[in-house]
């Protein structure tokens, strides 16, 4: 397992950008796939993008398509999750999630998970 660290929250007025990052530990990060999670207040928690190991698939929940970019720079261990055109309903608390398995990440099943970040939305 990697341990997880997620940074970049904030509070933003609609149609504003913020940039999350999740930058991991261990020398291993490579091989692992990743995905961003977000729960709201009395809502379930939910999937915004996962991104396979090499970066070369990603996946988008529906709502954010077109507005979100997951990214990953294995270099730094790091993975960055863009988003752009906020809306209210964007804000949650948002985690990045980590396995070798992609499948595993998209069902929320992965075996490492960071502290989470806030973010805000404000109209």
């Known amino acids: 397992q990697v341990q997880l660290v997620e940074s970049g929250g904030g509070l933003v007025q609609a149609g504003g950008s913020l940039r999350l990052s999740c930058a991991a530990s261990?020398?291993?990060?490579?091989?692992?796939?990743m995905g961003w999670f977000r729960q709201a207040p009395g809502k379930e928690r939910e999937l915004v993008g996962a991104?396979?190991?090499?970066?070369?698939?990603?996946y988008y929940a529906d709502s954010v398509k077109g507005r979100f970019t997951i990214s990953r720079e294995n270099a730094k261990n790091t993975v960055y999750l863009q988003m752009n055109s906020l809306k209210p309903e964007d804000t949650a608390v948002y985690y990045c999630?980590?396995?070798?398995?992609?499948?595993?990440?998209?069902?929320?099943?992965?075996?490492?998970w960071g502290q989470g970040t806030q973010v805000t939305v404000s109209s």
């Open positions: 261990g020398r291993t990060f490579s091989s692992y796939a």
């Open positions: 999630a980590a396995d070798r398995i992609f499948h595993k990440v998209r069902v929320g099943d992965g075996g490492s």
């Open positions: 991104i396979t190991w090499s970066g070369s698939s990603t």
